[in-house]
C-alpha cells in the first residue's frame, strides 16, 4: 500500500492517515495526532526541515548501525487502535519492531520502504468503515476553502488522541 493523503476527521478535527492499495480499490484510514501527520506531510511535499525530525533521527540511527528499513506492516487492529511492525535487515537478521503506525508509516516515506497491510486489519477495518459509511461522511468533495475554514477554527484541545 502507499499513503494516499492526509485528512482531517470533520467530526473529531483528528488527522488522518490514509492508505491506499496500488489498484486504488482499498482504503485504509488510521487516525493519528498531530505531530505524526505533521512529520508525514513534510515528508510527502518534500519540505526540508532545518534541524532533524524524529523520523529523520531515527533513520540515522538505523542506517549508522548498519541497519536498513526493509518494510513496514500495519499487523493487528485491536478495539480500534491499529499496531505495527517495522522490519530492519542488518546483514543477515532480520528484526521486528512493535511500532504505532504512524511512526512506522512516516519511517517507510523517509526510507522509501514499502507499506504492507495484513489481510485481516483490511478484514476488520471494512466492517469499520461500513459503520462509517451509513453516516455517509464523503471527504473526497471537500473544497480547500472549507478546509482552510476547519482548521483556522481548530484549537490544541481538537488534537487528544488515544496513545
Known amino acids: 500500500m502507499s499513503v494516499g493523503g492526509l485528512t482531517l476527521d470533520p467530526v473529531t478535527r483528528t488527522p ?18 498531530l ?18 525530525m524524529t523520523h529523520d ?8 548501525l548498519g541497519a536498513a528499513v526493509e518494510a513496514i506492516e500495519v499487523n ?6 491499529f499496531f505495527a511492525t517495522v522490519r530492519l535487515r542488518r546483514h543477515d537478521q532480520l528484526l521486528s519492531i512493535d511500532s504505532r503506525p504512524s511512526d512506522a508509516i512516516s519511517l517507510a516515506l523517509r526510507t522509501k520502504s514499502p507499506i504492507y497491510v495484513a489481510k485481516k ?14 453516516r455517509d461522511q464523503n471527504l473526497s468533495n471537500v473544497s480547500r476553502e472549507k478546509w482552510s475554514e ?6 490544541p484541545e481538537d488534537f487528544k488522541y488515544k496513545m
Open 57 to 64: 533521527l531515527l533513520n540515522t540511527v538505523i542506517n549508522e
Open 76 to 81: 493487528d487492529l485491536k478495539d480500534n487502535t
Open 121 to 134: 486489519v483490511l478484514e476488520q477495518s471494512s466492517v469499520l468503515q461500513q459503520a462509517d459509511d451509513e
Open 150 to 155: 476547519i482548521l483556522e477554527k481548530m484549537v
Open 35 to 52: 505531530l505524526e501527520a505533521t512529520a508525514m506531510a513534510t515528508e510527502l511535499e518534500g519540505i526540508a526541515m532545518a534541524r532533524p
Open 16 to 33: 488522518i492517515v490514509v492508505l491506499r492499495d496500488a489498484d486504488n480499490k482499498l482504503n485504509l484510514p488510521i487516525w493519528i495526532g
